[in-house]
């Protein structure tokens, strides 16, 4: 599990890895901890560079108090392009707490922190982190313009093909990118099922179908080729059969 401690005061970095291998049951993995000064170093990390390959983070500790961007806006730059990566802010001053909330927070540390604490709301972290992983086969990293944007499968209810860009219809919001539909159908999971030569759908969100046309859970309706019907109802079926993001 990867963790990243951001933070422009080298004693409490040094402090919050202490409390992290303080904190680690004994029966879980390991944890590559890696700290940054700044924001900027920070995000700079996650977006990658033409010769850094870009850093995926399951859990960032953040000051909110620091030189340059501060966490809230360092968090707002993580979330236009991650919405999984849970966000822990450190912090000595309570007024923050609700511009937390609107970068959708897991937690709110207030310093000075004791060990007892931090132990809880690490694992609660972890335990999110895991959660995460269970509901879905992998992590899928798209590029959109110059970012890198992770998603995770789960959370994708549809992917519609227009021309050389791809959108990609999530619960939260629709990423452009440009990608072809097939090079995309390869890296998903087998809850993808290709319909319609311009639709990949995701079987976890099909709310109805019919001869042409299936309709998802947020009502979108997206186009069921009609040669591919009783190929579809077979594998939708066997679907439903092995459960809700199961190999079909």
Known sequence: MNIAVCDDDKIILKMIQHMIKNAKPSNTEDFAVTTFYTGEALLSAIKGSKYIPARHFDIIFLD???????GIETAKAIRADDEETVLIFITAIKQYVFEAFDVSAFHYLLKPINQ???TSV???????????????????????????????QSRIYYIE?????????????????????RSLEQELS??????????????????????????VANGDKIYLTREKYNTFVKTYMRYLRNGVHGSV
């Open 122 to 152: 690490f694992l609660q972290a972890v335990r999110e982190v895991q959660r995460h992983q269970n509901t879905s086969n992998e992590i899928l990293v798209v590029k959109s313009g110059k970012n890198s944007i992770t998603l995770q």
């Open 190 to 215: 087998e809850d993808f099922y290709r319909c319609h030569r311009g639709y990949l759908v995701n079987m976890a969100y099909i709310a109805a179908y019919n001869k042409d046309s299936i309709t």
């Open 161 to 181: 093909s227009k021309g050389k860009k791809l959108e990609i219809h999530t619960d939260k919001r629709v990423i452009e990118i440009y990608a072809a539909l």
């Open 64 to 70: 909110i108090q620091m030189a340059g961007i501060n």
């Open 116 to 118: 007892q604490k931090f």
